[in-house]
């Protein structure tokens, strides 16, 4: 027996002689990975998406879903005696009679809300140095796909603990599917079993909708997601070295494992760190959901923010024929506005393609300066999202700021039409000037002594 | 408290004016073997088991969430940054230059797209089969979609169903009768009727008192509010969230009216004019019950709600 050389060399000539895998094991050892932080964020929320997987396997094995009532007998007094669910009285069962239940539950809170961060960023930097353009199209149109999972995925956790937060999250979700034209009631009843709110029929759904069939499509996408870009290889930005035809960067050994790791596990210690430090979710406060309950300033996990937005914002609008509604207020803000968000998502690389009418390979990304219109047009699509996000929590700015609920929501309804086009005037002119600023010739160039002795001019 | 203040300012200007007065440092070479770097990674690793040892300790004694978790991170923490500092110190940090795979065979497609044809050349009713074909595969998979309907019962009956008819008792959380002597002018209570599930949507009621000199409601409701006491469905009709808020003036110069307000995107309704929005998403008007007072001065329902209960669909009558 030798030392841990002897152990990897043997594996290797094991695995090599069953499956032929070395060639493979070296052309991924000499993976290229170009080097720039923003390239970090897509494999933040990946780990974030591993973390929350093993927390939340954890997780399932101590809760129960269900609507059945119980009797709270817990540690925690102010609700001792109170009918709770299973859902929500079993989520209390984690959170204070489990060791360790708590860090893990809040970990997996945190985790998810990371996760999203993460994602929003992600696509962000897709979208403002264009690398969604061909042949990425395909594996943006993945990712877009898998925000909107990630989305579901949140909303559908959130509501599993049965607690007044999750009650009035499920509630608005139930009756903007109500508002589907012509087959909303019909849809509402279909997911729900019936009426709302239900009974172990839609929490079990829920549930298994929560911890499998989401999980694993974000998990089948995650895999394609990765197999298109080891396929296409990374994008680069533009550089001394570096072409429409090569990658220039780190290799995936050792420099790149390295740090890769070393990002999963900062990942991994910042969610923990949350989990343990900063209190998320305290259902004890909330207490246990009754469709005859409901509490002021509520507010959902922040990716559910531009949702909340636009049903405040909009206006009473509804679609009448004889007395008899036909489109319910819901739709505009709770169906329609997310689907034009993301039908524009979905539909912009395509957009642009027609607009430029450049259908080539590109491999070398731009730099949202140089594109100034493409960066100002997402600038402003972006804000108008951010507006209406921040229009969800108008209840708080107007507890904390004292400024009149009514007033917020026709400020945010004018700052939702008026600040993109605010952002992208303000942006193209932004764009021009750190351009113009570039343009000016580099002053010199450095020289650097070669180990060998010899000098080398390194343009800047 | 304010000299450690000042002391501590004090110091931060210091170190500021201590870094900008040193000279650039040489670069240092990234790519070091041995030394400072490897010790540092060292120290780092031999830490990761000490906070790990921590946690289990923590785990086995008091298990506070806040130490678990300070224990735990610490421990992936300090890991993250061993890794960190040895691949961006430790290891070679050399650029590397691959070339990008071609993508496109053209002409690879001409073959294949032959190849797919062939088989279907000699064929004379190659569109019809294909048609078939393609109808064949809809219906398979429209068959097997069907028993998706399981999973609710059609539309209809449940929404529109309400358990309140003329003469059924209000009750309070704990199933009490209501004595309509006990609410107060500016009151706000939760009401279901008397042995009906709570949770249904048809079920709660808020119940509000105001001056009958307030009342404004429309002709045919003139008698549905005994006493200025009125009954409205709790459940909003924007999107179902509990109209949990009632506002009720403290100085009626200048406090706006009497009114029922629902905290998820607060629809406001009017109370005094039987419901009526007057702010807010919402758009139909919130549905009242009408009142009376039985012979034991408890309140009792009149008959059913004015208008469909929670949340519109297509089709819901908008009064």
Redesign the interface.
Known sequence: MGGPEELIRGAVSYFDARLGGVPVLRKTLHYVFPDHWSFMLGEIALYCFVVLVGTGIYLTLFFDASYAHEVYRGSYAPLRGTEVTKAFGSTMQISYETKAGLLIRQAHHWAANLFLVAIVLHLLRIFFTGAFRRPRDVNAAVGVTMLALALLEGYAGYSLPDDLLSGMGLAIGYSVLLSVPVIGAWLGALVWGGAFPGGDEFVSRLYIAHVLLLPIAIALLVTIHLAIIVRQKHTQFPGRGKTERNVVGTRLWPAYALRSTSLLLAVVAVVFLLGGLVQINPIWLWGPYHTYAATNGAQPDWYLGWLIGGLRLMPPLEIHVFGYTLVPNPFFGGMLFPLVVFTLLYAWPAIERRITGDDARHELLDRPRDVAWRTALVAAFFTWVAVIFVAGSADQISVHFQIPYGQQVWFFRIAALAAPVLVYLVTRRVCAELRSRNSRPPRGAVVRRTPAGGFERIER | MRALGRWLVAALLLLIGRRRARPARPERPRYEAGGRDELLVLTLLAAVPAACVAFVVV?FTD?S??????A??????L??????I???R????????????E?EHPEEQEEVLRELHEPGEGLTRRRLLLTAAGGAVAALLGALAIP??S??????G??TRSPWRRGRRLVDEQGRPIAAATIEVGNFL?A?PEGAD????A??LVVVRIRPDELRLPAHRSNWAPDGILAFS??CT????????FRYPLYRPRSPKPALV?????STFDVARGGH?I??????ALPQLPLAIDGEGNLVAAGDFSGRV??????????
């Not at chain 2, 735990?72 to 923490?77: D, V, W």
């Not at chain 2, 430790?90 to 795979?101: F, M, T």
């Not at chain 2, 629902?262 to 607060?266: D, W």
């Open positions: 785990y298990a969430t806040q130490w678990l978790g300070l735990l991170g610490g421990a992936f923490a890991a993250a940054a061993a890794a960190g040895a691949g961006k430790l290891v070679s940090q050399k650029r590397h230059v691959e070339p990008r795979p993508l998706a309907l999973l609710g019962p059609g539309a209809g449940r929404l939760t279901f709570k949770e249904d949507f079920s709660p709790k459940i924007h999107a179902g969230c509990a109209v949990a808020l629902c905290p998820c995107h607060y929005r702010f807010g998403p919402a758009d139909r929670g949340p519109s669909w297509w089709g819901v009558r908008k009064s």
